[in-house]
C-alpha cells in the first residue's frame, strides 16, 4: 500500500479523499491555490503545497507545478478526484514517465473512452446499445446537415472531448443545426481545448441512469448497481438516487450487465461510471463512460456499503478485488441532492462570498460530504458546489421524507444556496411518485 498520496484537487472531493487515505493509513498531500488557502482540504491535510493563482489553469491544470510538489513531498501517487484532470490522458502519461501511480484507469482506456465518438463505435463493437448517431466527429457543416437528416430531427450536438453539459446544444431542424452547430465547436474549443463535436438522435422526456462499476488489474469486474440521475439543469445533475424507480429487475440486470460488457471490451480497471439513456418506450442507449470518480458516488455508498474511493485506492496499489458479483448486496433507497452557492430564483446566479453561519443537519441515515464552514469565503473562480447532502432510507418515500426534513434542518447563511430549490422539487408530486425525465425541471420552469 502507499505510504502517501497527492490529492490533485480542492473542495468535498478532495477531503472525502483524505477521509479514504486516513481509513488506509496513508499519509496526504493538499495542492491548493490562492484563494484556497484557508479551505477545507488544505487544513486537513498531512502536508500542502502551493501551486499557483486562482485561475485553473494556473494552478489546478498545471501539470508542472502538480508534479512538482509530488516529488518534492515524495508521494508515490496521485489521486485526481473528479474534474480538471481526472480524465487527462496526458497527465496520466506524465505520471507514469515520473514514477508516479495516477489512481485511476489506464491511459488508453481514457483516451478512448474520452474521446466520445470513439466510445460510441468500441460499444458497437461490443454490443452494447448507442443512440443513433454520426460515427465519428463531424468537421464540415454540409456533413452535419446530412447526418441530421440521415438520424432525423431533433438531434443533440455534443462535443467529442465534453462532459458537465458543456458544448452540447439541441437542434430540431437545418436553420437550428447550422447556428448550433458553430456555438457548441467555440464552446467545445474554449472549455475542452477541441472544437470537434458529434450529432446522435435526440431523445425528448427520456431518463438519464448510470452504472458504477469496479475492476481491478486481475479481470474481475463488478457492478455496483445504477443511479437515477435524471434530475438536471442544462445537462447538469441536480438529484441523483439509488435505486431507479424506473427499472424493473430483469431491465436493472440487464443495463448494469451492459456497462461490465462495455468495461471488459476496453480492459479497463478502477472505477468508472457508464451513462446511459432510458427512453419513453423503455429502451437504453449508451451515452458516454466517465473514467473517474463521480460527484455522485455516495449514493451507491450508502446502498452498497462499499468504500469506492477507498477500492480506487487498493486497485491502483494492485491489490485484488476482495468480492465478485454474488458478494455485492443494496440495501435500501439513497438519495443525493447537489448543494450550491446559486441564487435559484435568479437564473442560478452563482453566489460567491463569506459564510455567515453554517449548521449541517444531522441524524441517522444523513451523510454530508463538504468543505465549507462557519467564516469560509466561497471563492468566484471555481464550481459552485457547497456540499452534497445523502440520506438512506429503507424505501424510496422514506428517503424522501428524510431528505425533506433535512433539507428543513440545513442553515447556510451569507451566500444562496439551492436548498429552498431542492424543497420545491421534493414537494412534487410527480417526482414523488418517481415520474420524471430530464425535461423535468425545464419543464416547470417554463410554465412559471
Known sequence: MFL????????????????????????????????????????????????????????????PAIISAAQITKSEAIHPGYGFLSENAYFAEICAQHNIVFIGPPPKAISRMGDKAEARETM?????????????????????????????????????????????????????LVSNLSIAQTEAQSVFGNQEVYIEKYLDHARHIEVQILADKFGHTVHLRERECSIQRRHQKLIEESPSPALDEKLREDICQSAVRAAKSVKYFNAGTLEFIFDQQGKYYFMEMNTRIQVEHPVTEMI???????????????????????????????????????????????????????????????????????DYTVPPFYDSLLAKLIVHGE??????????????????????????????????????KGDYSTRFIEDRMDGG
Open 4 to 63: 502517501k498520496i497527492l490529492i490533485a484537487n480542492r473542495g468535498e472531493i478532495a477531503v472525502r479523499v483524505m477521509q479514504a487515505c486516513r481509513k488506509l493509513g496513508i499519509k496526504t498531500v493538499a495542492v491548493y491555490s490562492e484563494a484556497d488557502k484557508d479551505s477545507l482540504h488544505v487544513r486537513s491535510a498531512d502536508k500542502s503545497v502551493c501551486i499557483g493563482k486562482p485561475p485553473s489553469r494556473e494552478s489546478y491544470l498545471n501539470i
Open 124 to 176: 458497437r463493437k461490443a454490443k452494447v446499445p448507442v443512440v443513433p448517431g454520426s460515427k465519428c466527429a463531424i468537421k464540415e457543416t454540409k456533413e452535419a446537415i446530412k447526418e441530421a437528416q440521415r438520424i432525423g430531427y431533433p438531434v443533440m450536438i455534443k462535443a467529442v472531448a465534453g462532459g458537465g453539459g458543456k458544448g452540447m446544444r439541441i437542434a430540431h431542424d437545418t436553420e437550428s
Open 304 to 374: 452498497t456499503g462499499i468504500d469506492i474511493v477507498s477500492e480506487q485506492i487498493r486497485i491502483a496499489a494492485n491489490q485484488k478485488l476482495e468480492y465478485r458479483q454474488k458478494d455485492i448486496t443494496c440495501d435500501g433507497h439513497a438519495i443525493e441532492c447537489r448543494i450550491n452557492a446559486e441564487d435559484p430564483y435568479n437564473n442560478f446566479l452563482p453566489s460567491p462570498g463569506k459564510i455567515t453561519a453554517y449548521r449541517p443537519p444531522r441524524g441517522p441515515g444523513i451523510r454530508l460530504d463538504t468543505h465549507i464552514y462557519e
Open 395 to 432: 424505501t424510496r418515500s422514506q428517503a424522501i421524507e428524510k431528505m425533506q426534513r433535512a433539507l428543513e434542518e440545513f442553515v447556510i447563511k451569507g451566500v444562496k444556496t439551492t436548498i429552498p430549490f431542492h424543497l420545491e422539487i421534493f414537494s412534487d408530486v410527480a417526482f414523488q
